[in-house]
Nanobody, 115 residues
Framework: QVQLVESGGGLVQPGGSLRLSCAAS????????MGWYRQAPGKQRELVAV???????NYADSVKGRFTISRDNAKSTVYLQMNSLKPEDTAVYYC?????????WGQGTQVTVSS
């Protein structure tokens, strides 16, 4: 069983930055694609960024140039650096681990962008 624990969320002013972390346990982390998703109130969960087991990355158009996903396989941790935050980035951010037919989610961390 894979456990994913997110941290780093909080309240930030527009234009500010946050870094989210997701620590994984219970598996061989390097084999998994890792992603960050978010869900705002009243909206569907959406993909924010993903990094494959080989280190390739992909981003939602809405965050390109502002967010950066990275992974540290030695620490079994994936990060999401979020810069130039906007109020529309406000959501619960979820970490996801995916490999073949296996799919795991963290509990989520709240990010609120407001002045």
């Amino acid at each position: 069983q894979v456990q994913l624990v997110e941290s780093g969320g909080g309240l930030v002013q527009p234009g500010g930055s946050l870094r989210l972390s997701c620590a994984a346990s219970g598996t061989i982390f390097s084999l998994y694609a890792m992603g960050w998703y978010r869900q705002a109130p009243g909206k569907q969960r959406e993909l924010v960024a993903v990094t494959t087991s080989t280190g390739n990355t992909n981003y939602a158009d809405s965050v390109k140039g502002r967010f950066t996903i990275s992974r540290d396989n030695a620490k079994s941790t994936v990060y999401l650096q979020m810069n130039s935050l906007k109020p529309e980035d406000t959501a619960v951010y979820y970490c996801n681990a995916w490999r073949l037919d296996l799919n795991y989610w963290g509990q989520g961390t709240q990010v609120t962008v407001s002045s």
